[in-house]
């Protein structure tokens, strides 16, 4: 049977309709092919029919499920795969000297878990979208870093936080854009053990 | 008069054009705006006409001085802001100890010198171009790293140019494109002195 259910219609239904997603089903493949579109072609040159194409949908139903473009983009890119206050919660909880292995091991986590193509798709559209450069600087910054100023060393504060963004997206275009191989294929373990020394002393270390 | 001169033809001769460019200006025009509008719409998007017309110059003009879009993007994009042989020289005679911190500085030079928007049109490219990301890759590997190698700690060699890319690019991502204001603004000196103890340390350091 399709898995489209009566509790979640919008497709005209649950008739039988081969490959063509119905339902939530619609909503999530939406999402996937926003990220592969937005990833491609950026911000200003995705077009609504060429995500819904890529979807197998009308793109009737990028107005049904998410009200245009925008929040599609919204709901596709900018919301990162975080429970952002579940994240800080835990790194507050962390002791100081393992913020850098938490933070790590964190970032790898929930990017791993992610879509793949949904960092490639943020930081393209970084490039000439202001809101996706915010939301990375807004994780960085506003969510996670000013919830930990009160455990980090010294009052450069925001050149901190910009070195520990330095280091984190650069492990995610190596690991999920440029995919360099040996860092693309290396385990969060491994990665964490190499990469967490480095954001620790860009939070509580000396930096000169 | 105009800038240009009798040994820079291609644009029809020396008459006065007001703002648009002429001989070896077009180039200049060509490439500058190749890497604005690689960097906002990636390779397969952007179009010669929408270059041509950013550079205020006919769209013949790309085949003249470049013989077509491929070539343009290799000659804007790909084309890394280092003189490489005199690059890697320059390394190979740093004592061991030094690396990390000519590598921070030399990188941060050549981009600082570069066109900004360079280094973002490379990232945004190398998504959906697979030369851009091999252009990076080899810069890094076989160009730096390989010619390093009997410097490193080791045998972990690929993975310890992985973690230095994802420092360096990283780097570059929040410097040159998402323009987290403190690392944007700060001091090339400032930066090495936070950033070369990491590469260093991915270089001939323990990663684990």
């Known amino acids: 049977m399709s898995a489209v259910s009566a509790s979640t219609a919008g497709d005209g239904g649950g008739r039988r309709r081969g490959r063509r997603p119905g339902g939530a ?4 493949a939406l999402l996937a092919a926003a990220r ?6 950026g911000y200003r040159d995705a077009t609504v029919r060429a995500i819904a194409g890529r979807a197998g949908v009308d793109p009737a139903m990028v107005n049904h499920w998410f009200g245009g473009k925008e929040k599609l983009f919204a709901a596709a890119v900018l919301k990162l795969p975080f429970d952002l206050p579940e ?11 393992e913020l850098g292995e938490r933070i790590v091991r964190g970032f790898l986590g929930a990017w791993d878990a992610a879509d793949g193509a949904h960092f490639s798709a943020l930081i393209r559209s970084a490039a000439s979208h202001e809101e996706a450069a915010s ?9 996670l870093f000013r919830q930990l100023a009160d455990r980090v060393a010294d009052d450069r504060q925001e ?3 910009g070195l520990v963004a330095s280091q984190m ?4 275009v190596v690991r999920y854009l ?8 290396a385990g969060v373990d491994a990665l964490v053990a190499s ?10 270390g000396p930096l000169a």
Chains 1, 2 share one sequence.
Do not use: C, H, K
């Open 195 to 204: 990469v967490a020394p480095t954001v620790q002393r860009y939070l509580t």
């Open 36 to 41: 592969e579109v937005f990833g491609e072609s």
């Open 169 to 172: 997206i650069g492990l995610g």
């Open 135 to 143: 939301s990375l600087r807004d994780f960085f910054l506003a969510n």
């Open 87 to 97: 994240y800080v919660a835990r790194m507050r909880a962390a002791p100081a000297e």
């Open 159 to 161: 050149l901190r936080a």
């Open 25 to 28: 089903d619609t909503r999530a």
């Open 178 to 185: 440029v995919r360099f191989g040996p860092v693309a294929d």
